[in-house]
């Protein structure tokens, strides 16, 4: 039986320029994450975060003014990451086909590695503050819109035979997300190997000649 660790919080960030933020902020990250998964945003205390990451609540005011911009920063961050991975792959080398299959592959593989994550950002959205749900809902737009374009190249090329884009678009992308609700650590296929399989099943939902 196949063992992967879930890919932490903190992986999101360590490449990024300029990134001044304070080890204690991203302990604080890691634990909304592990907190927000297992009891839901609305079940989840400001002392649970504290606690998880070995801080008292006072200290968590110092980095972030509530829960509530933790939740923010994880779904911005989960989601500007997830539309870097799709735009790579939207415009990799290959015909579309090719391209859509290398974007399945990784999009579903980073859900199975990133599955805390991607529990949270996908399935915590009702709780975000207005201004952040509008920042997400946006990163999600741009997601669906990428997906779009290729999905419209493969018919325009004739190898995808589809009879509504979004709509194809969007089940396109709900399969991958929906890896993060049931993938776990015992789960007998690897992220990579998942990643395969889902990418053949796409292209044949798509009416690609395999």
């Known amino acids: 039986m196949t063992r992967t660790p879930s890919t932490p919080i903190a992986d999101l960030w360590p490449t990024l320029p300029g990134d001044a933020r304070p080890e204690a902020a991203h ?3 890691q ?3 592990a907190s927000f998964a ?5 079940a989840t205390t400001t002392r649970d975060i504290a606690t998880a990451a070995g801080m008292s609540p006072a200290a968590l005011y110092i980095h972030y003014q509530s829960k509530a911009a933790l939740l923010a920063e994880i779904s911005q961050a989960g989601h500007a990451a ?3 991975l799709v735009c790579r792959a939207a415009a990799g080398e290959g015909d579309p086909a090719q391209r859509m299959r290398g974007l399945v592959e990784q999009f579903t ?3 199975a590695r990133a599955r805390t994550v991607g529990r949270v950002v996908n399935y915590e959205l009702h709780a975000l503050p207005e ?3 509008a920042v997400v809902a946006a990163l999600r737009l741009d997601i669906e819109r990428e997906v779009s374009a290729l999905i419209e190249a493969g018919v325009a090329a004739g190898a995808f035979q589809v009879a509504e884009v979004r709509t ?5 992308t709900s399969l991958g997300i929906d890896v993060s ?3 776990t650590d015992r789960s007998t296929e690897t992220p990579e190997e998942l990643g395969r399989r889902y990418g053949e099943l796409v292209l044949r939902m798509l009416g690609a000649e395999l």
């Not at 297992?38 to 609305?42: A, P």
């Not at 194809?168 to 396109?172: D, P, S």
């Open 27 to 29: 302990r604080l990250l």
């Open 82 to 84: 997830t539309l870097a």
């Open 168 to 172: 194809a678009a969007r089940a396109v």
């Open 109 to 111: 593989a980073w859900h």
């Open 31 to 33: 634990a909304a994450v």
């Open 181 to 183: 609700r049931w993938y």
């Open 131 to 133: 201004d952040a749900y």
């Open 38 to 42: 297992e009891r839901g945003f609305h």
